[in-house]
């Protein structure tokens, strides 16, 4: 590991290891179709969200659930990159994909509820489309502001529960198959989750059920 210690947290209770297990067998089913399925998210408008958000990253720099590595494309150069991620087989995709960039990435596995590094060793921490498969979002984005320095940003792209009541119980219903089926939940409320964290939103960009949100400790 590249200069990391293991991270302040308790181990995580007997379900959320269960679930977080059966969320990890499920990317590692899917990795292999990933970027198929997720083309038309990402032509309506992700792709923007992650250019948009992703460039804003500085210095030492960690992501979360870096998946098949869809935002390396987007860091720039001179960004000190560790990656991490739960599932062995997302992150082999994003090891294949950093080749082809030729981008100085540390890859490495790491559950986001338990990062095995230090308090404040990071100037930023980017998390996109991640926190609806955490299992326990709240202790998640709880790490991010243990990891990251107090002058530093945690920038996350989400999506989260319609706001719409009508939707939202719609998002409550199709989460029971989207979590069984592939992963990701449609109903998390992700501002909600960053501020129980003790992360501060200093700019939030809502469109739709989409997030931007850069927040500090
Ligand atoms: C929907 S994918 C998003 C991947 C990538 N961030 C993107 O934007 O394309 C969710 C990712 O989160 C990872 N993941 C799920 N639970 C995690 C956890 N507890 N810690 C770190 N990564 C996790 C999954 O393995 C998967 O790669």
Redo the contacts with the bound molecule.
Sequence with gaps: MNGVAVGGHADASPVVTER?AA??RR?DRMARF?DLM?GPMERGGVLER?RRMVGRADGRTLE?????G??LPFYAPGVELVA????AR?LERARHRAAGLSIAVTLEL????QLPYRDESFDTVV????F????DPVR?LSELRRVVRPEGRVLL?EHVRPTNPVLGAVADVASVLTTRLM??AMNRRTEDNVRAAGLEMLELRAEGIWREIVARP
Excluded: F, H, L
């Excluded at 979360?64 to 098949?68: A, K, P």
């Excluded at 609806?132 to 299992?135: D, F, I, Y």
């Design positions: 977080q969320v990890t990317y990933y997720n992650r979360v659930g870096v998946g098949t869809r935002n991490t991620d739960v599932s997302m790491a559950d986001a509820q998390a996109t489309c991640v609806c498969s955490v299992p998640g792209v992963g990701p």
